[in-house]
């Protein structure tokens, strides 16, 4: 069995990509933050009760991210780095579109 160790470089960006994925899903917590604990039933409304449906959607998708850029690393290949691309875009297309909806719907 061989054994491999990462270099100091290695170590720096496996820790930085840690880090990147910690702040990524700390910044996916404002969907749906859970009520402070001494406030209680105060600052949870239905509003929040609502949020907090999408919240567990949105960490998939992150995880999903996560998983994706782990396995183009593994298995890069031209057609999947298409593939993904175009996903990608269209992904994007589309929220960026809910986005506007929920805009326009709200003046």
Do not use: C, H
């Not at 720096?12 to 001494?38: C, D, G, H, T, V």
């Amino acid at each position: 069995m061989k054994r491999y160790n990462l270099t100091d470089n290695g170590e720096r960006f496996f820790e930085e990509q840690i880090e990147f994925k910690e702040r990524l899903e700390k910044k996916l917590e404002f969907l749906a933050p859970p009520p402070p604990p001494f406030f209680g039933k105060v600052w949870f409304n239905s509003r929040t009760e609502k949020l907090l449906e999408i919240r567990e959607p949105a960490r998939r998708f992150v995880r999903a991210l996560f998983n994706l850029k782990t396995a183009l690393e593994e298995n890069f290949t031209e057609q999947a780095l298409r593939d993904v691309g175009e996903f990608l875009n269209s992904t994007a297309e589309q929220i960026e579109e809910i986005g506007k909806k929920i805009k326009e719907e709200t003046k």
